[in-house]
């Protein structure tokens, strides 16, 4: 037993003590760093001597220093970020996509609305310039707000674009220095103490890149961390760093897709494989709610604008000769979009070709369509995939589905070639009013009805509409009843020369109209034996409102989203106002729903944070108290170096 | 579970933030006034007040045609009461043409009155509505509707009605043909005329119907004979003989048969014929006019023959003021549709804003007492975390 004993005994306690304090210390002034674990001193007994009357400690050692953190946590903590992150960026995207359809006035169905209203005006001053005026300025009015709201659509489809490659370069920035760590961690990992500051910046350069993608992680044996991202593709492995791009969708020039470059080759991401962050966010607003959003929109300006044109066509208008009316809209047209990926010939065009024509644009649906060769290899047929509801369809070349035709080759496509095929979603973009002299709107009907004066019934026109294009003026259609019941027989006589051109009977009820040569004639009251009613060509088409008071009816025709009945015909859809409030209801529904899921996942999020930071966090008052805890010790231990001082005085004074 | 410093901060940031967005929100829709500011505060709501906006924004429209449809009806009932009231002139000059003692000077004089009152009646038919259209001209016409040719006056139009959509079909126009072409000749049941050989000496009256089950609808004649001083008559029937065969003809004695009461007054000659034919509603009001006028400036005519143009004159031009007064009624029932279509339509503007307001609109006492909450819970963040971050251990280790 010697003095030098106490005196190692005080030295060691004093170390101890001045580490513990030190790592305290460390604990204060980083307190506010994101990602920084609490760190501990961990102190051990050094073993005892044997000294023949019991063993003696030898004091403290400073074992290494821990950090206070829980893999699980961390990795929860990171997970649910992500998934809160994702839900944040869509939600900020979709709020800015709601601006689009803008409720009352502002809107695109009250624009559509006002114009088919303007028509009333027409149908009673049909000849006066003024009020025509007006029509085609509504017109104008509508078309140029389809446009607009289309080209907000292409804005936030360029800042999503932008906002991914800005993402993207942060993420190859957070990769990089991964790697830098990984290689430092590892360097030092032999020397068999944990190095908490680097362990602490690598959990922290995780979290920050799982913001923006949902990652998981594997760790090596040597120390470094595989970072995999979108189901299995690895971004991080040891020191080495694939880049993440961004890509040109190949099934859509105008979207943005993720690629992983591995080696000079890219290779695609498919978004149902990444999981979480703002990037996921960003291109699942992209391809679900703005290709969705652009397609309902596209569906109303297709359909307003077919549904006018058609009712044009089927008037007189104030041009002299009268003819039929001109198309007041023009709309985006509907392509089908190659593949990026289809076979091309040695010029580098496309081999394959397919077609795709809109027949009836009132059963257009707000949908895209992905084609491609029947899977089970039949010649001639086609797999059609509705992309809205996931109906598929085998269809051959020239059908009509949903108010189009598919003309499919030739030349005919490779049986690995896919189609993108788009009726509706470039139309709102491309619409505008096309007709600009107020002659040219078709006021008139080409057929009027005329009651003979001899009827001794009570029948009276209740309306008189031309359906079809093909209504020839130059036939008189005189209808004869012959009975009080309703039977009746019809002649078409030529206009000029009074030649029979078809004769027949039919039967007539209350309430089904009377259809002759493209015109449907109903009757009111109860028309006699021997009355007439005749059809013939309008005689003075200036001041005649028929083809006026059809547009007003347009009004509450259902013009948007027609479809086959299993009755057979068409039926169904909605009016032109009705489908714009169900679009407008429809993007609201999905940012409350959006709205929800963030803050639910929000609150997840913080909950998780919050039991991550109670492991790893630092506690003032906690190190305050522990700075008193090892200033005591501090002292004490000094104080044991003071009495061996004076021990060893005593002990020399003594000798 | 422990409290750590920097996750206590940021926690309470964050509750601070949130309660001061709360706050802004509030604010927001207190100044607009409206509950539902965009489609994602309620989708549900937002699609009601788009379904209101479209029905309140149709029925201004659909006011505006009815306004087009009143004025232009008003002016049609306004147009038909001028030419009633110059009808009325034209019975009593024709009725002061009987008179027997005026010469022929004096009713050539009445029949140039008519004849400037016909004018007035026609330009009345081709009145204008203001706006390029005419009021008589049916589903259209292109100058004016009525024409006076070498053969009368003929309608060019077309027939029927010009309607404006008002919710209904509201008339725009009013058919000049019905109004003006198409009175029922005679008395509407069957027309007497003299045939034109006549003597001067016999007029037939109007006739009237006195058994209307035993009407055929043929064509009658009545033949006189002047044999010896006797005059005797009888009635053929679509050219054949009937049973009423040489009867003794008394002046003023009504002549029956089947159904129908004739009367003749005067004297026939040998031969004179008049002839009973059932009516056609195509009794042309102009017609009617041109030939009481010419026959009162002609000279040199009988008093039978003065008694047999006031006689028919009169009951044509009764028969033509009765469609008139009849299309008078027509587009004065016409205005009370209006009135009562505008009513509907009022009340439709009225409901589909009282809707969109029910949407739309906040509910201000609750607004306040909401925003009255948030506020004070703001307040109390606040100053709670002033409190709470004062106190740590290191102010009480100096």
Known sequence: MSASALFSLGTKAMA????????????????????????????????????????????????????????????????????????????DMLRQLESVFPTGEQGVG????????????????????????????????????????????????????????????????????????????????????????????????????????????????DGTLTVFIAGGQRLVLGTQVQ????????????????????????????????????????????NGDLVDARAQLGQLAAALSGKVNEQQALGLDLSDPPGSGAPIFDVGPAVALPNANNAVNGAGQFVGRVGLTVIDPTQLLASEYALRADPLGAPGVWQLTRLQDGLVRSIGSGDIVDGMRIDVGPPAPAATDRYLLQPVTRAANGMKRVLDDVRGLAAASPLSPSVATTNTGTGSVAALRVVSPAADPQLTAAI??????????????????????????????????????????ELNGVPRSGDAFSVGK?????????????????????????????????????????????????????????????????????????????????????????????????????????????????????? | MRITTANSFAATVDNLQQRQQDLQLAQDRLTSGKRVARASDDPAAAARVERALATSARAVADQRGLQASRSAMQQVEAALGGATEAMQQVRELLVAAGNGSYSDAERANLGARIRGLREQ???????????????FGGQGSAQPPFVDGSSGVSYRGA???????????????????????????????????????????????????????ALTGDDYRIDFTVAAGVTTYSVLRNGAATAQLNLPYVAGQAIEFDGMAVTVQGAPAN????????????????????????????????????????????????????????????????????????????????????????????????????????????????????????????????
């Open chain 1, 16 to 91: 101890a003590s001045y580490s513990a304090l030190a790592t305290t210390g460390h604990n204060i002034s980083n307190a506010n760093v994101k990602g920084y674990s609490r760190q501990q001193v961990e102190l051990a007994t050094a073993e005892g001597q044997f000294s023949g009357a019991g063993f003696y400690g030898k004091g403290v050692d400073v074992s290494t220093v821990t950090r206070a953190h829980d893999a699980f946590l961390s990795r929860e903590a990171a997970t649910a970020g992500s998934l809160a992150a994702m839900d944040a960026s869509r939600l």
């Open chain 1, 110 to 221: 009250h624009a559509a609305g006002e114009f088919l209203n303007a028509m009333v005006d027409l149908s009673a001053r049909p000849t006066d310039a003024a009020t025509r005026q007006v029509v085609l300025a509504r017109a104008g009015e509508v078309a140029d707000r389809f446009a607009a709201a289309g080209a907000q659509l292409d804005v936030l489809q360029q800042e999503v674009q932008e906002t991914l490659k800005a993402h993207v370069a942060q993420v190859n920035q957070l990769a990089a220095s991964i790697a830098e760590l990984n290689q430092r961690i590892a360097s030092v990992l032999g020397l068999g103490h944990s190095p908490n500051d680097l362990l602490d910046q690598r959990d922290q350069a995780l979290a920050d890149l799982s913001q923006k993608l949902q990652l998981t992680t594997v760790e090596a044996d």
């Open chain 1, 243 to 286: 880049a993440l791009t961004v890509e040109v969708d190949p099934t859509d020039a105008t979207r943005s897709a993720l690629g992983l470059s591995d080696s000079g080759f890219v290779r695609q991401l498919q978004l149902q494989e990444l999981g979480g962050g703002t990037i996921t966010g960003l291109l699942r607003f992209q």
């Open chain 1, 480 to 521: 004869r009843f012959t009975s009080d019941t309703g039977d009746y027989s019809w002649e078409l006589r030529d206009r000029v020369s009074n030649a029979l051109q078809s004769s027949g009977v039919g039967s007539w009820t209350a309430g089904t109209p009377i259809a002759l040569n493209g015109f449907e004639l």
């Open chain 1, 538 to 655: 309008t005689l003075y088409p200036a001041s005649n409102n028929g083809n006026a008071l059809a547009f007003t009816a347009l009004r509450d025709a259902a013009l948007v989203g027609r479809g086959p009945l299993s009755s057979g015909g068409v039926g169904g859809g909605s009016s032109i106002t009705d489908a714009y409030a169900a679009a407008m209801a429809n993007i609201g529904v999905r940012v409350q729903g959006a709205r929800s899921t963030a803050d639910i996942s929000g609150a997840v999020a913080t909950q998780a944070e919050a039991s991550r930071s109670a492991k790893s966090g630092v506690n003032l008052d906690e190190e305050a108290a522990r700075l008193i805890q090892y200033q005591q010790s501090y002292q004490a231990a000094a104080k044991i170096l003071q009495i061996a001082q004076s021990i060893f005085d005593t002990l020399l004074d003594a000798a």
């Open chain 2, 121 to 135: 009646l026609l330009s009345i038919a081709n009145r204008g509505d203001g706006s390029g259209g005419y009021l």
């Open chain 2, 159 to 213: 027939g029927g009605q010009t309607e404006v959509q008002a919710g209904d079909l509201l008339p725009m126009t009013h058919d000049g043909a019905a109004a003006w072409l198409s009175a029922r000749s005679g008395n509407g049941v069957f027309v007497t005329a003299a045939a034109a050989g006549n003597g001067s000496g016999a007029w037939i009256d109007a006739g009237s119907v006195v058994d209307p089950s």
């Open chain 2, 271 to 398: 031969g004179d014929r008049f002839d009973v034919t059932p009516s056609t509603p195509q009794l042309s009001l102009f017609d009617v006019l041109d030939r009481v006028a010419g026959e009162l400036q002609a000279g040199g005519r009988s008093s039978a023959q003065v008694a047999q143009t006031v006689s028919s004159g009169l009951r044509d031009i009764d028969a033509s003021f009765g469609s008139l007064q009849m299309q008078r009624a027509m587009a004065g029932e016409s205005l009370n549709r209006i009135d009562s279509v505008e009513g509907r339509l009022a009340e439709t503007q009225l409901s589909a804003q009282t809707e969109r307001s029910l949407a739309e609109d906040l509910d201000m006492v609750q607004a306040l007492s909401d925003f009255q909450a948030k506020q004070s819970g703001y307040d109390a963040a606040l100053s709670t975390y002033s409190l709470v971050q004062r106190m740590s251990l290191f102010q009480y280790l100096k």
